[in-house]
């Protein structure tokens, strides 16, 4: 999916309209039992909650692509064959009314919240501090506008209705008791605590909305921290293998990068890396219809070699970079470099500089000792305070 196809789901959770028809919730204890399940469906609801579960299902679509947003694709003999797939399916069909496949769906759920929580550290601490979750899911048919070479939308006319389900998992945490006001009295009173449903930890669209239509191949899932991919949750719902999250796959680049270029590891040559992959990215998020950009293994050679490496170190890192992610494996360019930052780090010193004027900074041998130099033209200050640099 690209911004464009995102952004067109994220104006259907327009509370105002109400395109949702219905949406379901399954209410669960920290230790995994179910204490209440719920269809509302939206006209009947106040707007104040409307509002405030379209911010939830907004969240799961948000988020930066390969990292909190990740492609989750089914094979052909899942979509054929696969239980997970078939019951995203009659999910779908059945427009989420169907009982016995929506409390198929909160099993799977809850068995992985139920094996989050034995992997926690029990403590006292942990136990106080204890989360229930709630599981919500609601279903859309979405009459796509067509759309003319202008890219203009005319609402008289659809190509395709797309039917798809969200799915949101938020932590419902306790409150901390409080002092609260009471109108009534005039007078502050103690408030006992209570339970507030959060943003969600993870969620997921299905199908995925490309090209103006559904594909019934892919799943869009969202994670909160591209840390935690939610494995286990993966592999229930959608039957899939774990994936390696985005920090995982930029430690194991960067590590790829040194241990292959070895000496020619320079400055000069992460700089060069760097703005070249960064001007890739910022090209590709300028066009709303392609896709994020993911990089092959030639295409970092590609990158390497215009950067003046050499063919030895080339080769090395070919080898590197086959042993660590595989020869056809493509990357995510945002998990390769971050583009809005340039930091040089040392044992004592930390420099970030702006990745535009990242040639301000040079490396130099004097007298035999290596010293990075920051150019200083300009107003410079310390603590807030400029100060002047002597001759």
């Given at each position: ?148 070479g202008n890219d203009e939308a005319d609402a008289d006319r659809s190509t395709d209705v797309f039917s798809y389900i969200l799915c949101a998992v938020c932590p419902v945490k306790p ?217």
């Open positions: 999916m690209n911004q464009r196809d995102f952004s067109e789901l994220r104006r259907r959770l327009n509370p105002d309209k109400r395109n949702q028809q219905v949406i379901r919730g399954c209410y669960v204890s920290h230790e995994g039992q179910v204490i209440s399940t719920f269809a509302q469906p939206l006209y009947g609801m106040a707007q104040e909650e409307v509002e405030k579960y379209m911010a939830i299902f907004k969240k799961t679509l948000s988020g930066t692509a390969n990292q909190n947003l990740l492609p989750v694709e089914f094979t052909a003999r899942q979509t054929m064959e696969g239980e997970e797939h078939k019951l995203l399916m009659d999910l779908r069909a059945t427009a989420l009314k169907d009982d016995m496949a929506v409390n198929e769906f909160y099993e799977k759920a809850i068995t992985y919240i139920q094996a989050m929580k034995e992997q926690e550290v029990q403590s006292v601490e942990a136990a106080q501090t204890a989360c229930n979750y709630l599981i919500l899911l609601t279903y859309d048919g979405y009459d796509v506008p067509y759309k003319d409150t901390k008791p409080a002092l609260g006001y009471f109108a009534a009295e005039g007078e502050f009173h103690n408030k006992p605590s209570d339970w507030m449903v959060a943003m969600p930890e993870l969620g997921f669209l299905f199908p995925t909305f490309e090209e103006r239509s559904a594909n019934i191949y892919n799943a869009m899932f969202y994670t909160r921290d591209s840390a935690n991919l939610h494995d286990e949750f993966m592999k229930a719902i959608f039957g899939a293998e774990p994936q390696m999250p985005a920090s995982t796959q930029k430690e194991t680049f960067q590590a790829v990068l040194q241990e292959s270029l070895q000496e020619e590891c320079s400055l000069d040559v992460m700089q060069a890396v760097h703005e070249t992959v960064s001007s890739m990215i910022e090209e590709r998020k300028a066009d709303k219809h392609a896709e994020p950009l993911r990089l092959t293994r030639q295409d970092v050679k590609d990158v390497l070699e215009s950067s003046g490496v050499s063919q030895e170190k080339m080769d090395a890192f070919d080898q590197q970079y086959t042993q660590a992610f595989g020869a056809y494996t493509e990357l995510p360019a945002v998990n390769m470099v971050t583009p809005r930052s340039f930091k040089v780090n040392t044992p004592s010193v930390t420099i970030n500089v702006d990745p535009a004027h990242s040639d301000l900074i040079e490396t130099r041998i004097i007298d035999g000792r290596r010293y990075i130099l920051v150019l200083a033209d300009g107003d410079v200050a310390v603590n807030g305070v400029n100060v002047t640099i002597g001759e």
